[in-house]
């Protein structure tokens, strides 16, 4: 036999030999199951779009990389069909809901001004909210109680907030949805009543209902105030509810100046075992920002 001929023959039985030999591995996944999250952190539909087009699927994907919450400013606003095919689908998974927009006004005083007319639209909207929370098994809502009055003094007007909260809390007690006021920043929304969490606090003191608690948007808060671990210690009582958002750019942690992972083990040693809605953008708008937004809550999560 020619000796070429003989080592290459020889080469090549021993090259199939082997590999038929070799154990089958599985291709890995390209993105992996993950434990859960040791906060509870809620993400949004659009925040995975990339990963997973589909609302459901994108449900799913949150849940796989570890989230268990979710959140949706716009569930009120879809159809009834809609809601219950997304509260089935996190019933499934074990994903609880968060907040959803009950009723949010940017440019009328809808609580402050104490008219009959702004009353009853409020009201109106929070009994729907109770049916979307009963559909879609939230326990939260949020309400932006609407601008400032400039005609009547701030007295007055914190007075005539308080009497409608107590009004919508009684609505909101029949099925145990609690309303949340988040305070919005002075910057991006210059004519709101609502902008500090001392005012927040002072404003769910004096309704004195369950049904009616803060929202802490760190986001707003660091851009109004700053101070963040001390406001939330002082107002924890009455806080029902976190968001989260860097600043500068509303981006995920990591991205701005806010410590979140100081944070974040601040509310963990309190024993906060709520929600902290991620109602911020990406701040890379493709499928690798969407892992990068997930790699940001990991290095962040509560030590």
């Known amino acids: 036999m020619d000796r070429r001929r003989f080592l290459t023959t020889s080469a090549v039985a021993a090259a199939a030999t082997a590999a038929a030999a070799a154990p089958t591995v599985a291709p890995r996944p390209q993105n992996p199951p993950r434990g859960p999250f040791r906060l509870r952190y809620a993400p949004h ?43 089935a689908k996190m019933e499934q998974l074990g994903i609880e809901m968060g907040v959803f927009v009950a009723h949010a006004d940017f440019r009328a005083p809808t609580f402050a001004s104490g008219k009959a007319e702004h009353r009853d639209r409020v009201l109106a909207d929070l009994k729907a909210a109770v049916e979307v929370g009963k559909r879609v098994r939230a326990k939260w809502c949020t309400v932006v109680p609407g601008t400032v009055d400039p005609r009547q003094e701030p007295g007055f ?15 909101c007690a029949e099925s145990g949805l609690i309303m949340v006021l988040e305070a919005l920043n002075f910057r991006d929304h210059p004519t709101l009543l609502l902008t500090k969490i001392a005012q927040g606090y002072q ?15 760190l986001y707003h808060q660091q851009v109004s105030e700053g101070n ?13 509810y976190f968001q989260i958002g860097d600043n500068p750019g509303r981006n995920e942690p990591g991205t701005g100046e806010v410590h979140f992972k100081n944070v974040f083990g601040h509310l963990h040693g309190k024993g906060y075992a709520g929600l902290l809605g991620m109602e911020h953008g990406n701040s890379r708008g493709d499928r690798d920002g969407e ?7 990991r290095q962040a999560d509560a030590y």
């Open 157 to 171: 007007q914190t007075a005539n907030v308080v009497d409608l909260l107590k009004r919508c809390a009684d609505v």
């Open 203 to 217: 404003i769910c003191r004096a309704v004195a209902h369950p049904s009616c608690k803060l929202l802490d948007d």
């Open 228 to 240: 963040l671990i001390p406001n939330l210690d002082r107002a924890f009582d009455e806080i029902a």
């Open 291 to 297: 892992l990068a937004v997930i790699e940001a809550y």
């Open 45 to 87: 539909f659009g925040m995975f779009q990339h990963h997973a087009p589909d609302l459901l699927d994108q449900l799913q994907f949150a849940f796989d990389q570890g989230f268990r919450a979710w959140e949706d400013n716009g569930m009120a606003g879809r159809p009834v069909a809609e809601q219950e095919r997304i509260a």
